[in-house]
């Protein structure tokens, strides 16, 4: 148990600090004795609630101060000098300085671990004075000020959160520490957590006393607890998102308050390249005629969301008609594919074969975290079918999936998102395109001259030079076919308006809710 803070002993007290407690549901454990702001465990969104960085995603590609007021950078892109915040403590009571800001820094930068990062490649950095750092990369990319904004690693715990051990790394998190509004009072691992103001918070402080997070792994159960009362607020990409089928009940029921927002996510289908059918260009165009998306959203998702045409959606910056689109449904360009790829349902059991090898393969998915993934494979899986094509589903835990996709590639097809919001375009391309340290292999696809121009893009400083860049590296994913997009996703909120008020959705699914603004009637 973790514990921060001091209760009321008088009982009016405690009933009033109980009136301002809002609770939330989250389908996964918070992982607090592991929040290291170092590190990549644990929910995305506690990361910015608890910790900050130099600079803040303003949305709309707007980059804020944050724990950083000022900032200069160099004519080339490589030197960035931050004059610091001054005055700002963590929440164990000690300054936030330079020192401070080199001690984090040193834990991440130049570390293989973070490869997808532009900002990792550190040349050298500086305490100029107590609130001056200067940080000297190795290349000028133009991304490095909008992965600052990240939730991990770029952010800063106290450097008294970190115990010297004589383990592997010389070091040990024992607790997560931050200068941002909230702080961990308790913690009951699978169970819940609660967060509380930081009484030493420099910017606008919260409005309520208390948020708990109940962990509900069951999308099913989360809607029941926010009709029954249990809770007070469901929803949220990476918090625990409403089914389909729940929110159109949540919304017709007239109840609750129905939040909804565009995301700058995608939803496809990877491929393992090491899977022989997937060299050939023309299964992989195949595949993707196969499916009609639009009947995911018009049809499965009651017009909610949209039918995917590229990889990226459109507004994603760089993305144009002409460098990001796909294949429309046609299930006989389908079959004449397959069968110039040389399978043929020789046997009559409606599975193409090819040199005694049937086109049968491994969809993994996981629904923990997207539990509208389970109808759009099943629906995928129909489709795939009716062009001789036979996939079995083989959905997983969250830990199960991540191994399969990041770690020991055991699948055949399996069903992703892109990342999105201010990682799209130059963070996704770098993740699902790169070779990862954890699996050896790219997330996605790799090829050598894709990878070369995605690095040659993100070092592009010239704004016509980079689209230039960009043209060439989206329609090389796009014509070869490297990905499936699938579906366009919205995320949304359903919230216990007769208690809650202030309710806004934040600037990006790393910042879900506007947590400062939210108020108890």
């Not at 929910?43 to 910015?48: A, M, T």
Request: glycine share 8%.
């Amino acid at each position: 148990m973790f514990f921060a803070g001091c209760s009321k002993s008088d009982s009016v007290g405690r009933e009033e600090q109980k009136a301002k407690e809002i609770v939330v549901a989250i389908y996964r454990d918070g992982a607090i004795d592991k929040l290291d702001a170092a590190s990549y465990d644990g929910p995305h969104f506690l990361y910015k609630m608890i910790y900050e960085g130099l600079v803040e995603d303003g949305g709309e590609g707007k980059i804020l101060p944050q724990l950083a007021t000022s900032w200069e950078i160099s004519p080339d892109g490589k030197t960035y000098t931050f004059k610091l915040r001054q005055g700002v403590k963590f929440s164990d009571g000690t300054d936030f300085n330079a020192n401070a800001v080199i001690f984090n820094l040193k834990r991440w930068v130049n570390n293989d671990r973070h490869a997808i990062l532009t900002s990792v490649n550190v040349e050298s950095m500086e305490a100029v004075d107590d609130y001056t750092v200067k940080i000297v990369f190795k290349n000028g990319a133009y991304p490095i000020l909008t992965e600052l904004t990240y939730p991990r690693p770029v952010r800063f715990l106290s450097p008294a959160s970190i115990t010297n051990s004589a383990g592997k790394d010389g070091e040990k998190f024992t607790k997560p520490v931050g200068t941002g509004p909230w702080m961990v009072e308790s913690y009951t691992k699978e169970h819940e957590f609660t967060l509380v103001p930081n009484p030493y918070y420099w910017g606008e402080k919260p409005k309520v006393n208390k948020i708990t997070f109940k962990v509900i792994p069951d999308a099913q159960a989360r809607a029941l607890a926010l009709q029954s009362g249990e809770i007070d607020i469901l929803g949220g990409d990476l918090i625990g998102k409403i089914p389909m089928e729940n929110l159109l009940e949540l919304k017709k029921s007239g109840k609750f308050g129905i939040y909804t927002k565009r995301t700058m996510c995608s939803y496809f289908i990877a491929f393992n390249q090491n899977v022989d059918a997937f060299k050939d260009k023309n299964v992989r165009q195949a595949m993707n005629y196969a499916i009609n998306k639009t009947s995911i959203a018009t049809n499965l998702f009651d017009n909610i969301g949209a039918g995917a045409n590229g990889l990226y959606q459109s507004g994603v910056p760089y993305t144009t008609a002409e460098n990001n689109f796909g294949f429309a449904n046609d299930k006989e360009k389908a079959k004449q594919l397959l069968e110039a790829a040389g399978y043929r349902d020789t046997d009559g059991d409606g599975i193409r074969e090819k040199g005694g090898k049937k086109l049968e393969f491994n969809f993994v998915l996981s629904t923990g975290e997207f539990p509208e993934w389970k109808q759009m494979a099943e629906f995928i899986q129909s489709e795939f079918s009716a062009v001789g094509i036979k996939v079995n589903l083989n959905v997983l835990d969250k830990n199960g999936y991540e191994d399969a996709t990041m770690n020991t590639k055991a699948f055949d097809i399996a069903l992703m998102r892109t990342s999105s919001d201010s990682w799209v375009p130059h963070g996704s391309l770098l993740e699902l395109f790169s070779i990862l340290v954890t699996s050896k292999a790219a997330k996605a696809w790799y090829d050598k001259e894709l990878y070369s121009n995605i690095i040659t893009t993100l070092n592009t400083l010239n704004e016509k030079e980079r689209q230039e860049n960009y043209d060439k590296v989206f329609k090389f994913i796009s014509e070869e076919a490297l990905t499936i997009p699938i579906y366009y996703p919205i995320t949304s909120f359903a919230v216990n308006t007769n208690k809650i008020q202030g309710f806004e959705i934040g600037v990006n699914s790393y910042a879900p809710i506007e947590w400062q603004k939210i108020n108890v009637k």
